[in-house]
């Protein structure tokens, strides 16, 4: 039966992988069948019968299904066929559904698990909801909601991303430890040891916090605690541990999924879990841990290259058939994907979607997403006047713009062009009769460095590096973001421009007057 199990955090993963490799027909193909497997409620199961569909009682998990989700997120986005959106909004909605929404709960933000369970000592099923919040499902949902707030720009779905991954710092971090938490019940923190809560929790919040609140300390702990060197495939008849297919000639390395320390996993096996060292790659490379990643990512090609594999990567080094662990010898869609996705595009996995400071949402004056990805300007002259945008970009000439510029008399327009600092190039510019006026600038397109031609240089001939120019700029509003004047690249690498609003506005002495 298990040859024929599909889970729905493997649908996810699958997609991410076949978007990106641009086979959009078998994307498609997953879609149409996910199609007929949504329940009444807008969930999908954990796993289905890929002949049959669901094969059990219900099992729903919030952090499958924010992968699921993701992944359809994830190829609307990228194909702009959005032939599914109503299956998404009907999965998001029901992820909104999880959510804790009363402040005097201690898992207020957070999402949670889903309903369905099997006791550990019969396997009898119990219906009941879990109330329990998973670190690992906060991550995976985060993924979704942020994308179906791209996708719809509904602000439900943002809001609820920003109460949920405020939450995950402040209910879910362990300053002392550099770590974070296993998740969270009405009762309290679970503050058992698991590798991928540290690891993914890690990897998304390097996408919504500065690494100073969220500190490089966190890839040092995993590393502590998790690592295991000197590893084989280990061959073993024994049902317990039963592995007859695959080995390795030599050793490896990697990471175990769990560790003791507090008891709560006594007797966790030492084992090499590469779907967990994959994510521990996955935050390296957003540190900017290259090396580090690739010594990880070159130890699961080897396992990748074991006796008798067809090129997918094995799950574990290990056997460990009964509960608690379940961990088994056999190539796995999940840890293939992963792999995949790491060497191709690890921007899919916890994306900078997410890129967004947290805490800011609490504030009065950041209350409306007005206040997002926007440039203000007031201008104001006693005599008619022609204003020109300043497109020096500190004096680096070619640095390209789009924009959507509202003039403020009920005139707007959009401009493209490049930075330049010579008085052959006209800038963005409007006349206008003497009086104050409010000029707003935003994106005409992508959100990432889009304000990098912002700004004005040391004097200049152009039009718009003129003191008679400067003079007419007395107020501006605008909240500088990284995203304004850093690419994608830049902002996961964490590297910025030369001259970053280096100059932009020099000289425009009524600013401080």
């Known amino acids: 039966m298990l040859n024929s199990r599909c889970w729905a955090y493997d649908v996810g993963l699958a997609l991410l992988v076949f978007t990106d490799s641009g086979d959009y027909e078998l994307c498609r193909e997953i879609l149409d069948r996910m199609s007929h497997e949504q329940g009444i409620d ?15 009682e219900g099992y729903i998990r919030t952090g499958a299904i924010g992968w699921t989700v993701w992944g359809m997120c994830y190829y609307t986005l990228v194909t702009e066929d959005y032939s599914y959106m109503d299956m998404i909004q009907r999965a998001g909605d029901w992820l909104l559904s999880r959510q804790i929404t009363n402040p005097d709960d201690k898992r207020y933000g957070l999402l949670t698990g889903g309903y369905g369970s ?11 909801e879990i109330t329990w919040c998973s670190t690992e499902h906060q991550c995976s949902a985060l993924q979704a909601l942020h994308g179906i707030a791209l996708l719809t720009s509904e602000s439900k779905y943002q809001h609820a991303a920003d109460i949920l991954k405020e939450q995950l710092i402040l209910t879910l971090y362990d300053e002392k430890n550099h770590r ?60 317990e541990h039963y592995n007859q297919t695959y080995s390795l000639n030599g050793t490896t390395e990697g990471f175990k999924p769990y560790s ?12 090499v879990w590469t779907e967990g060292t994959l994510g521990y790659v996955a935050m390296c490379l957003a540190l900017g841990e290259n090396e580090e990643a690739r010594r990880f990512l070159d130890a699961t090609i080897d396992l990748q290259n074991c006796m008798n594999s067809t090129g997918g990567v094995i799950y574990t080094t290990k056997t460990y058939a009964s509960l608690p662990w379940e961990f088994h010898v056999w190539q796995s869609v999940v840890s293939s994907a992963w792999l995949y ?44 006047f022609t204003y020109h945008l300043p497109t020096s970009g500190a004096g680096q000439e070619g640095r390209p713009y789009n924009w959507r510029v509202d003039w403020g008399d009920g005139e707007s327009e959009v401009y493209t062009g490049v930075s330049s ?33 912002f700004g004005h240089s040391e004097l200049t001939e152009s039009a718009h590096d003129t003191y ?46």
């Open 42 to 56: 807008g969930s999908f199961n954990f796993s289905y019968d890929i002949y049959i569909g669901q094969l059990f």
């Open 118 to 128: 099997y006791n550990m000592s019969d396997y009898s099923y119990d219906p009941t």
């Open 180 to 239: 974070f938490y296993q998740g969270c019940s009405t009762e309290g923190i679970d503050k058992a040891w698991a590798l991928d809560c540290t690891t993914w929790a890690g990897k998304t919040a390097l996408s919504i916090l500065s690494p100073a609140l969220v500190p490089a300390e966190c890839r040092k702990t995993a590393l502590d605690e998790y690592l295991v060197t000197d590893a084989t495939i280990i061959e073993s008849v024994d049902p």
């Open 260 to 271: 003791n320390r507090g008891g709560s996993y006594e007797g966790a096996p030492e084992i």
């Open 341 to 384: 996705l790491l060497i191709q595009n690890p921007y899919c996995l916890f994306p900078l979607v997410a890129k967004k400071q947290s805490f800011v949402h609490k504030m009065d004056t950041y209350q409306s997403s007005e206040r997002q990805n926007r440039i203000v300007l007031y201008v104001s002259s006693d005599v008619p």
């Open 421 to 453: 600092t010579s008085n052959s190039v006209e800038s963005p510019n409007h006349s206008y009769p003497a009086g104050n006026y409010k000029i707003t600038i935003r994106p005409n397109g992508d959100l990432f460095a889009w304000a990098l031609a």
């Open 468 to 513: 008679a120019n400067r003079y007419l700029l007395v107020g501006i509003d605008i909240d500088i973001t990284p995203n304004m004047t850093r690419t994608f690249e830049q902002l996961e690498g964490h590297t910025a421009p030369d001259y970053e609003w280096s100059r932009a506005f020099y000289n425009c002495r009524f600013l401080t007057d």
